[in-house]
């Protein structure tokens, strides 16, 4: 469970974890983490080096739609394309090998990727991370406009091929 501060809560301390006082949010549970579209704050290291599946919805608004995602060693995103999504995604931990292109057959940009790099897919580009490390890539996800519905949670990468 993710948890955030009252608005004017001055007792967290983000630079001292033994200090951390938290609220669980005031609005309600409906059966998802999802937050959105209402008023979120949260510590996006910590929560996407928690999240252990494939592809949660964090945050979804009318615009903007933030997943925390976990590739397993040696797995993938899987090759996809969004024609009218732009998306950016942060790795928070591991390490892999990034690719994009103008077609699925064509995945002319390659760049290894790890810890603090960060991933621009305009819409329309074809595009695949790999893990090659050894151990889970931990990163958040952030899509304009949304991409998955309001509360999508896929334990697996099999979940959401279905």
């Known amino acids: 469970m993710?948890?955030?501060?009252?608005?004017?809560?001055?007792?967290?301390?983000?630079?001292?974890?033994?200090?951390?006082?938290?609220?669980?949010?005031r609005y309600p549970y409906r059966g998802s983490i999802d937050q959105g579209p209402n008023p979120y704050v949260t510590n996006i290291h910590e929560a996407a080096l928690r999240?252990?599946?494939?592809?949660?919805?964090?945050?979804?608004?009318?615009?903007?739609?933030?997943?925390?995602?976990?590739?397993?060693?040696?797995?993938?995103?899987g090759l996809?394309?969004?024609?009218?999504?732009?998306?950016?995604?942060?790795?928070?931990?591991?390490?892999?090998?990034?690719?994009?292109?103008?077609?699925?057959?064509?995945?002319?940009?390659?760049?290894?990727?790890?810890?603090?790099?960060?991933?621009?897919v305009p819409a329309g580009t074809w595009h695949n991370l790999i893990n090659t490390g050894n151990t889970p890539i931990k990163l958040y996800s952030i899509y304009a406009p949304p991409n998955h519905p309001h509360g999508t949670v896929h334990v697996t990468k099999e979940d959401a091929e279905h």
């Not at 948890?3 to 669980?24: A, H, I, L, M």
């Not at 494939?54 to 995103?77: K, P, Y």
Request: hydrophobic share 30%.
């Open 2 to 25: 993710y948890y955030n501060n009252k608005p004017g809560d001055n007792r967290f301390d983000p630079y001292n974890s033994s200090k951390k006082t938290f609220y669980q949010s």
């Open 51 to 77: 999240n252990d599946t494939f592809r949660t919805a964090l945050w979804t608004g009318e615009h903007l739609q933030l997943t925390l995602m976990s590739i397993n060693v040696c797995d993938d995103i």
């Open 80 to 120: 996809e394309m969004h024609p009218d999504v732009d998306q950016f995604l942060r790795i928070e931990h591991g390490q892999g090998l990034v690719m994009m292109g103008d077609s699925k057959d064509n995945l002319c940009y390659q760049q290894r990727v790890c810890e603090d790099y960060v991933i621009f």
